[in-house]
């Protein structure tokens, strides 16, 4: 294992370069599902454009950390890029991001334990939409609320209430008291604006659109607690550094190395592997997954005394 102190250059070269191919494929892949005659062809169109999507969101990740490119002001557009074919805003992205690396595993992100006084419904509710891809679909639909309705997220932060505190609507939408919402709109507009250009200049249909969308959000939304689930409950170390199949973690841009990230959120992925530590347990995506479908847990009494 590398020491934190290492030299980690952002790869921006590569890092554009990899963004331009991806988002390339991706447009590929949305053609092929609109277009192609055969059921299986657009569902391996769709299969794929939920891995290479990953790509341009593992990307948009190093963009909300600042080492997607050395430049900032090429680091935001690339990230703003990147986030259109999520879709979603940078801007928001960047905010909810950093308010996860300072909330991670406390009182505020236990989604997968049932804590006293929790209300076990929409515990349950919260889970199995992470499981099942729901979850995504909050995201564009909430940076369009915040563009076209910003008093509403306010009303739904639930501050001073136990739901506010258990689904961390509180703390997250209560960030975007200070975001800058001239600038989101401006990014939400860029955002139609690519989808758009998207499926006017590829001739794309509904069925096509969603087909891919759909196989993206269940594979992002699984992946976005997997590796979260059931480790310690610790800011920095509350994180697996899954084992999976290189091909896949190559795709996803050493994503999977999660503990490693948030025990250094400034190196960028390419390094990551510097970083796993051996000696700390590395639990194998398929089975944290699996044993997330069996919902939420109990807390444990030893950490429910921590």
């Known amino acids: ?19 331009a191919a991806a988002l390339a494929t991706c447009a590929g892949c949305l053609w092929l599902a609109s277009h192609a005659e055969s059921l299986a062809m657009r569902l391996l169109a769709a299969g794929a454009f939920s891995y290479v999507n990953n790509t341009v ?40 991001h950093l308010t996860h690396h300072r909330n991670n595993r406390t009182e505020l992100e236990q989604f997968d334990y049932l804590r006293p006084g929790d209300n076990r419904f929409l515990k349950h509710a919260q889970w199995y939409s992470i499981l099942t891809g729901l979850y995504w679909a909050f995201v564009p639909v909430g940076c369009l609320a915040f563009a076209l309705f910003p008093s509403l997220l306010q009303q739904l932060r639930g501050t001073g209430t136990r739901y ?6 509180d703390a997250y939408l209560g960030r975007l008291e200070d975001a800058p919402g001239a600038t989101i709109r401006m990014e939400l507009l860029l955002m139609l604006t690519v989808q758009t250009g998207l499926v006017l200049a590829l001739d794309l249909n509904v069925s096509g659109w969603v087909l891919c969308y759909a196989a993206f959000a269940v594979n992002w939304s699984s992946l976005q607690y997997a590796d979260h689930a059931w480790s310690p409950l610790h800011v920095r170390d509350g994180a ?35 970083y796993v530590d051996d000696n700390v347990p590395r639990p194998s995506f398929l089975r944290i997954w699996l044993s997330m479908w069996r919902g939420p847990q109990p807390l444990p009494a030893p950490l429910e005394e921590q």
């Open 1 to 19: 294992m590398t020491s934190a102190g290492e030299e980690a250059p952002i790869p921006a070269t590569l890092n554009t370069v990899l963004l």
């Open 57 to 96: 969101f593992s990307l948009l990740h190093e963009a909300t950390h600042g080492v997607l490119h050395s430049s900032r002001r090429a680091n935001d557009w690339l990230g703003r890029l990147a986030a259109a074919f999520f879709p979603t805003s940078y801007t928001l992205q960047r905010t909810f």
């Open 164 to 169: 506010g505190e258990q689904t961390g609507a």
């Open 240 to 274: 697996w550094d899954l084992r999976v199949a290189a091909p896949v973690r190559w795709l996803f841009l050493n994503y999977h190395y999660h503990r490693a990230h948030h025990r250094h959120p400034r190196v960028p992925w390419l390094y990551l592997g510097r």
